[in-house]
């Protein structure tokens, strides 16, 4: 059963909120005409179109005759004076044994519903409400937004006539409920900004203090990181935090604490330091230890995976994603599996997992928690990269054009950011100019965003490619941009950033600061777990090497590159490290140190 309440935009698989359609303008001569019109209508027509107008653009005849209960109103021959007159028509019912109908016009129906005194909107939204929860029965999850819409709109409209009484909070209580789990549905099919909204507008409706309250604020926290919103996130999950303490809900505290610090350090990366975080975590593991929380330490752990992004230990987080994975199958939690494999795959990308058994693990991951559409994005670019390591270009831009219309689809600008990441990585290899347009696209949604931690690794990459492009003025900015605005130990940032800048200099002719940059990258990246960027930095260092005509250390640099591209499997870098080696008639055998 679908309900149509004039309100709601239908997606594939769900009902967006897009607000209250009354509050568009429209021209005053417009108004005064539909007005007139209505003027006319008899009282009873009056009534019914009025009642009509707070079903929505399509109504079904037992919803007019509920809302009209206790009044003597001949709702079917009203509804015929109506037709006659040309303000609604006959419609496709969806339910047995009901009639529906829908308005000729949006306009019309806007014009009635302002027509209506907020108390009696107020009545009709909670009656509306009353009768679609009837009707719904054990399909109520079918209807559920809808059904939240109108308790929310039925609690604002009491609320803005005077003090709020006990059956008003009642009207929000029930409104957050159903938008609350509405928001969780729209959470798991990944559909990120509905997800926000409705987290949004269910928490707005309860008071401080409410004990349902700290759970939706978490929730509102972590839907508003995928959105991107880290400011949004960090308050949110602060507020969850202080609200949980205060209702000794021991888990939940700790569960936005964590959340909170993650946000923090995405919105302000000189602010937190990694061994604060990581102090809180393990903190946390004991807390969720000592309460048998397996959610909790799965969650926990999927903090500990995030912590090694900065040092670029991917193999370490590959396995802090596993352990956190084990725990979210002890909880039977589909959702926190699912993240917990999301950043397994992105931890194999960035280390010495050959692209094959980064697909096998991906098949594995799809068949155990099935193609859910946030899984179906990673696994399509997953694929994608994956194609691209094993030179087929042109399939793997196909499939990350599949992976961008996902991202696009569900308005996630975390997806949109590691898409660009994907697109600009893979163009590196061939077409350096796109490498560019993805990495300044990247750069420009994490400053829209205020994605402080997230902005610096962009830069780093948009330095770097407008160094290999010639741009090196535009280069050098950017790649400052990496170097100051990242914290010290964001190693990705630092190290692009210097790269970038080695570059600069060796075209400037200062070949000894390049050497000296490009060393200090290479030694930064050590320790790093990062096999593709380890053998890039090894390159860029040749590359300044070369230039400062030193061909015999440009050929060692170039072997340790070659021995990370291989150990990645890297088709298209093996290719070029090889290529580099043979314009220098060096061997091609890759370093033993």
């Not at 009545?123 to 929860?133: I, P, V, Y």
């Not at 209807?143 to 609690?155: D, K, M």
């Not at 692009?496 to 030694?523: K, P, T, W, Y």
Request: glycine content about 8%.
């Amino acid at each position: 059963m679908l309900i149509d309440d004039g309100l709601l935009v239908r997606g594939d698989h769900d009902w967006t909120a897009v607000g209250d359609l009354s509050t568009v303008p429209v021209p005053a001569t417009v108004q005064a005409l539909l007005a007139a019109r209505l003027d006319r209508l008899g009282a009873e027509e009056r009534a019914v179109i009025e009642h009509a107008s707070v079903a929505g653009q399509q109504f079904y005849v037992g919803a007019l005759e509920a809302m009209s209960a206790g009044r003597s109103l001949d709702v079917r021959t009203a509804l015929r004076g109506l037709v006659r007159r040309d303000l609604i028509g006959p419609d496709r019912s969806l339910l047995a044994g009901d009639n529906a109908f829908r308005f000729r016009h949006l306009l019309i129906r806007d014009a009635a519903y302002e027509a209506i005194l907020k108390s009696a909107r107020a009545e009709l939204h909670a009656r509306f409400a009353e009768w679609l929860e009837r009707v719904a029965g054990d399909r109520i999850e079918e209807q559920e937004e809808i059904l939240g819409y109108h308790l929310e709109r039925a609690h604002r409209l009491h609320a803005d006539l005077g003090p709020i009484d006990d059956a008003t909070k009642g009207l929000g209580l029930r409104a957050a409920a159903h938008l609350g789990a509405s928001g969780r549905r729209a959470s798991e099919r990944g559909d990120v900004a509905a997800a926000a909204n409705l987290f949004q507008r269910a928490t707005d409706l309860l008071p401080v203090g409410s004990a349902e309250r700290p759970q939706l604020l978490y929730e509102l926290g972590g839907a508003m990181i995928l959105v991107g919103d880290m400011r949004l996130s960090f308050s949110a999950s602060e507020q969850a935090s202080t609200e949980a303490a205060a209702a000794g809900q021991k888990s939940l505290h700790w569960l936005a604490r964590i959340q909170r610090t993650g946000a923090h350090a995405l919105m302000e990366p000189h602010a937190v330091s990694t061994e604060d975080v990581r102090a809180e975590l393990d903190e946390a593991i004991r807390v969720f230890e000592g309460l048998g929380d397996e959610a909790g330490l799965a969650n926990a752990w999927l903090g500990l995976c995030d912590l090694e992004w900065m040092p670029c230990r991917f193999e370490d987080a590959e396995l802090a994603a596993e352990r956190a994975a084990e725990h979210a199958r002890r909880a039977g939690d589909r959702r926190l599996l699912e993240r917990a494999l999301v950043r397994r795959s992105a931890a194999q990308y960035f280390d010495a997992t050959p692209p094959g058994e980064m697909l096998e693990a991906v098949g594995t991951a799809v068949e155990e928690i099935g193609g859910t559409t946030g899984f179906r994005f990673l696994a399509t670019a997953a694929r994608g990269l994956c194609l691209a390591w094993r030179d087929d270009l042109d399939g793997a831009r196909r499939l990350l054009d599949e992976a961008d219309a996902i991202a696009e689809a569900l308005g996630s600008s975390e997806m949109l950011m590691s898409s660009l990441e994907c697109r600009g990585d893979v163009e590196f290899l061939a077409d350096i100019a796109a490498a560019e347009r993805a990495f300044r696209e990247y750069y420009r949604l994490t400053d829209e965003l205020g994605d402080e931690g997230h902005k610096s690794t962009a830069a780093g990459h948009l330095a770097r490619a407008l160094a290999h492009l010639g741009r090196f003025e535009e280069a050098e900015s950017y790649a400052r941009i990496a170097i100051e605005a990242a914290a010290e130990d964001d190693l990705a940032s630092q190290v692009l950033g210097r790269a970038a800048q080695a570059r600069v200099l060796s075209a400037q002719g200062r070949h000894d600061e390049a050497i000296s940059l490009a060393r200090e990258a290479m030694e930064m990246f050590a320790d790093a777990q990062m096999s593709s960027s380890q053998g890039d930095v090894c390159m860029e260092l040749a590359e300044v090497l070369r230039a400062a005509g030193r061909p015999a250390e440009a050929a060692e640099a170039a072997r340790s590159g070659l021995g990370h591209y291989e150990r990645k499997r890297s088709v298209p870098s093996t290719k070029a490290a090889r290529a580099f080696l043979a314009s220098l008639g060096g061997e091609t055998r890759p370093s033993r140190t």
